[in-house]
């Protein structure tokens, strides 16, 4: 029996059980701009109980093409407090912890531990791509205190999701040059869509100019990332596709790919 009538409609997908159950799991978001936002709104209409939300950014016009908590009317205010009143306003007994400084090498390894709120269950690092410093020393604190991370890769009309379990390799190893510029041309599938404009993807690649990105690719990642949470908790978390397998799907091109990353075969 769903007692919650907010949440009753979910019940059919999920069972009486597993929603009582999403009240007790914590999740980190590490960025609510693109598909970070839409994550935290998701798992808030999902009915999960905990929420630690890190962003020290604010909107602003360019944010608008998929960022879910860009309005005329937020713009300059901070993303954090935008997405946490959306995830409120959804669910106020939901326990929402925010980091106005966002993702520290200073607060990342106290975030995880475990005090006031519990350790989360599951960290979604979708920070920006400038942001490798941050995303180094979060996920090397997740393999440390044995957290499962992920990160959503918005592509188009599509996304890619890798998860990483806690004794995959270092992100640095993966992800990092040697010079400290992240590596996306090796986070991302063997083939993008078909319709991306070469000369911007070249740009964002050799880290000039922006990502070019959509409002469908940002929806599309955060799904699959709240899917692959939810397969980790209803199937456990040895039935998560984890590096170096990754998921990829475009709608335009119509191509869902499982696959291993090609520098790991």
């Not at 019940?11 to 970070?36: D, N, T, Y």
């Not at 998860?163 to 400290?180: I, K, N, Q, T, W």
């Not at 319709?195 to 990642?221: N, S």
């Amino acid at each position: 029996m769903i007692r919650d009538e907010r949440f009753q409609r979910n019940q059919g997908v999920l069972s009486p059980a597993v929603i009582a159950q999403l009240a007790h799991v914590h999740v980190l978001i590490a960025g609510v701009g693109g598909s970070g936002g839409q994550v935290a709104v998701d798992l808030a209409r999902l009915g999960f109980g905990y929420l630690t939300l890190a962003d020290f950014d604010v909107y602003e016009l360019h944010n608008m093409n998929r960022q879910v908590g860009c309005y005329e009317s937020t713009l300059g205010q901070p993303k954090l407090d935008v997405v946490a009143r959306m995830c409120s306003d959804i669910n106020p007994e939901l326990k929402i912890r925010k980091v106005p400084e966002g993702i520290t090498p200073e607060n990342c390894r106290e975030l995880l531990a475990g005090s006031a709120f519990p350790a989360p269950d599951f960290v979604l690092e979708v920070m920006d791509l400038s942001a490798v410093s941050a995303k180094i020393c979060l996920h090397d604190a997740c393999r440390e205190l044995n957290i499962t991370a992920m990160t959503g890769i918005m592509l188009g009309f599509g996304a890619s999701l890798i998860v990483f379990a806690p004794d995959a390799p270092s992100f640095r190893r993966l992800y990092v040059h040697p010079d400290g510029r992240l590596d996306l041309s090796s986070m991302l599938p063997p083939r993008v869509g078909s319709y991306f404009v070469k000369e911007v993807v070249d740009a964002c690649l050799e880290g000039r100019g922006h990502a070019p990105t959509c409002v469908i690719g940002a929806t599309t990642a955060a799904a699959m990332m709240v899917t692959e949470i939810m397969r980790g908790l209803l199937l456990g978390k040895a039935a998560m596709t984890t590096w170096p397998q990754y998921l990829y799907v475009d709608f335009f091109d119509r191509v869902s790919v499982c696959d291993t990353f090609p520098s790991a075969r």
